[in-house]
């Protein structure tokens, strides 16, 4: 079945550093792609998606391209600050030949920035 | 705030009992999903309900059940209680397939 991948955490940086959360995934259809993101003590906000192959997702500060030929949808910001510690998740949606649009996530990268 | 409610915040019960978790989705919107945050599970879609019709169901126990109302609201009844069952229950809602779901806070079940 549909699945989704991302490097485990936690991940600690220092402000300004360069950020990179990686994210494969394996579906059968054609999958919409997102990261959503999850401040302490909070629901899940959607951060950036992207619907088709070569796309890029931008939001706040944070890219990331939707890449068929290696199944990837890596999460980039170059410069992080500490309001950005947070979960991040990287999931899919797949209509594929079902008609059900659940978002299938994966399981989560804790990011801890230091000041 | 995303627009979708969810009460209560938090909920704390012993086992074998029944609980009800309640969400109200963002104005106009058709589709309610509801997902289950555990620490070993991870984030898990349970069921979705769209126009008051159940559309799909996830990893979703029997002991739990679920429906969406003519006023678009949704329960989500979890009976039987088990520590297992202890998460952090998420409702989202969007306006239909395809679209982007937007999440509410969640309801924090703790089962004793």
């Known amino acids: 079945g549909d699945s989704v991948t991302q490097m485990e955490g936690p991940v600690t940086l220092s402000e300004e550093a360069f950020l990179t959360i990686n994210c494969t995934y394996t579906?059968?259809?054609?999958?919409?792609l997102f990261w959503y993101v999850q401040y302490p003590g909070e629901g899940l906000q959607l951060l950036l998606k992207?619907?088709?192959?070569?796309d890029k997702g931008s939001n706040k500060g944070f890219e990331a391209t939707y890449r068929k030929e290696t199944t990837s949808f890596h999460l980039e910001k170059g410069s992080v600050q500490v309001s950005d510690s947070a979960v991040y998740f990287c999931?899919?949606?797949?209509?594929?030949?079902?008609?059900?649009?659940?978002?299938?996530f994966g399981k989560g990268t804790r990011l801890h920035i230091l000041p | 705030d995303s627009g979708v409610t969810q009460t209560p915040k938090h909920l704390i019960t012993a086992t074998g009992q029944r609980v009800t978790l309640r969400c109200s989705p963002r104005?106009?919107?058709?589709?309610v999903y509801w997902y289950q945050q555990s620490l070993d599970q991870g984030l898990q879609f349970l069921i979705q309900?769209?126009?008051?019709?159940?559309?799909a169901k996830g990893n979703i126990l029997e002991r739990f059940s679920a429906q969406q109302f003519p006023d678009l609201h949704s329960e989500l009844n979890l009976s039987s209680l088990e520590l297992g069952d202890s998460a952090l229950y998420f409702c989202?809602?969007?306006?239909?397939?395809?679209?982007?779901?937007?999440f509410g806070p969640g309801t924090r079940l703790t089962v004793l």
């Open positions: 989202a809602s969007s306006v239909g397939a395809r679209n982007e779901q937007f």
């Open positions: 579906a059968t259809g054609y999958p919409s």
């Open positions: 992207a619907t088709k192959a070569d």
């Open positions: 999931a899919l949606s797949d209509l594929g030949m079902n008609r059900d649009d659940k978002i299938i």
């Open positions: 104005s106009g919107d058709l589709s």
């Open positions: 309900y769209y126009n008051g019709e159940e559309r």
